[in-house]
Each structure stands twice: as C-alpha cells, then as structure tokens.
C-alpha cells in the first residue's frame, strides 16, 4: 500500500510553530499549489489553487522556524493524514494534512521574505532524520510553473 503526496506550492501565512511538553517541535504551515486547466472548446485557461495543511515535526519544524516565511516556495514530500476531535462544544471536527517527511526550499514568490542569510554551506534539502544547514538566498529565484491540464469537460464541474 502507498501513501505518498508531492507537492509544490507557496507558503500562505507565517508558520504556526509550537513546542510540546515532551520539548519535541512541530509546525504548521499552509501551502497553496495552482493548476492551469485549459479548455479547449472556450480556448480559456483557468486557475484552480487548491490549500494544503502541512505538519512538520522535529528537524523539519526547527528549519520551519528559522527559515520559511510566507511567500517561500517549497517542495513537500509526506503522507496524507485525516484526524478527528471534539471541539468545546462537544462538536465533531475533522481534518485532512499532510505529514511531511521531506522539504526542499525552492525560494520564493515575488514580494515574498527571503531566507536568512547564513555563513553555512549550501544545503537546501531536509527529511525528518537528517541535520539542516541554512540555504543562501538565491537573488533570482526561478518561478515554478503550474501545470497545465488539457480539459475538453464543461466548466461548471464543482470545486
């Protein structure tokens, strides 16, 4: 069986970072990734962003804290986690995350904070079990391209 997402999108806020009683650091972003859908029959092309809960534990969330602002743009690499609570009005609540296990720090949107600078060598690739050194900023950082998806189907599908 497999479990497994891959994402890259841009950081929409400042990371939610948190230190539980045990000392153990976890963090919480959100991630938004864009397709381009293109319709033939209209010759129109659509954006569709779709948000994404990001958990990162230990390491990841200690890189989370020092170096992802909003407007970064990541890679992810994790498993797709759904939880269930009661709110404190007894209220059932649910939600769907992703647990990453991998982060790349591709850069960032334009407007977007840059990473600190480091005297550290270059390293921008972090999975729970490995040490992170500080990425440098890239001056001109590459833009990703959403994909493009070729769509003869009718535009009032619902999102």
Sequence with gaps: MVNKVILVGNVGAEPEI????????????????????????????????????????????DVADKYVRKGSQLYIEGNIRSREWSDE???????????????????????????QQSSAPQTNSVSSGETYQAPRPNPTPAPVAAPVILNDEPDDLPF
Excluded: C, F
Aim: glycine content about 8%.
């Design 89 to 115: 009005s007894g209220a059932k609540r649910s939600a769907i995350e992703i647990v990453a296990n991998d982060m790349k720090m591709l850069g960032r949107r334009e407007g977007g904070v840059p990473p």
């Design 18 to 61: 948190r230190t539980l009683e045990s000392g153990i650091k976890v963090a919480r972003i959100r991630l938004a990734t864009t397709e381009r859908i293109y319709n033939r029959t209209t010759q129109e092309t659509k954006e569709h962003t779709e948000w994404h809960t990001v958990t990162l534990w230990r390491n990841l969330a």
